[in-house]
């Protein structure tokens, strides 16, 4: 979509933790201060037609930023990632996302290579943090952007 370019390059204070060559150390202080930014951008691994978001981190700095902290937090949701009920959410989150992500960066998981998920006890676990949010609050702080597009994983 562009967005991280044009964070970059019109003069945002951008708490940018994919700067190239950085650490995992200074990955994390990254991480760490985008909890205290004025605006979260992301995406959510799953969402219900009710309404729920469903999200699994590795390190769970994202379902922290989701559920507090950033004053104002921005999904960006393709149309692959709409659930018919919460069942079917968590199951995506878990068994496409969580693999697909395992699969994508080669971690030493058993999910990586056959593409199921093996509810391991790995180092290497990308799914350790699951969360489900079914309410905003305060009201208006998460805005959802549906984008009738498959994007992501
Ligand atoms: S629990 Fe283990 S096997 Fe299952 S998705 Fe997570 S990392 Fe993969």
Redesign the pocket.
């Known amino acids: 979509m562009g967005v991280l370019d044009r964070l970059r390059g019109e003069g945002y204070n951008f708490l940018d933790r994919y700067v190239f060559g950085s650490s995992y150390d200074e990955q994390l202080e990254i991480r760490r201060k985008n909890l205290c930014a004025d605006a979260f951008v992301a995406s959510s691994n799953a969402v219900s037609i009710g309404g729920a978001l469903v999200n699994i981190d590795g390190d769970g700095n994202r379902v922290a930023a989701l559920s507090f902290g950033p004053r104002r937090v921005y999904l960006f949701v393709g149309r692959n990632k709409i659930c018919d009920d919460l069942e079917k959410a968590i199951y995506r989150a ?1 068994n496409v996302a ?2 697909g992500l ?1 699969i994508q960066y080669g ?1 030493n ?3 990586a290579k056959p593409g199921t ?4 006890a ?1 180092p290497d ?3 350790s943090y699951v969360s489900i949010i079914e309410h905003c609050t305060p009201p208006g702080r998460i805005s959802l952007f549906l984008i009738n597009e498959d994007l992501g994983l």
């Not at 998920?117 to 391991?120: E, R």
Request: proline residues 6%; hydrophobic residues 25%.
């Open positions: 878990r969580s693999v395992a971690m998981t058993p999910c998920c093996h509810d391991c790995s676990r990308v799914c």
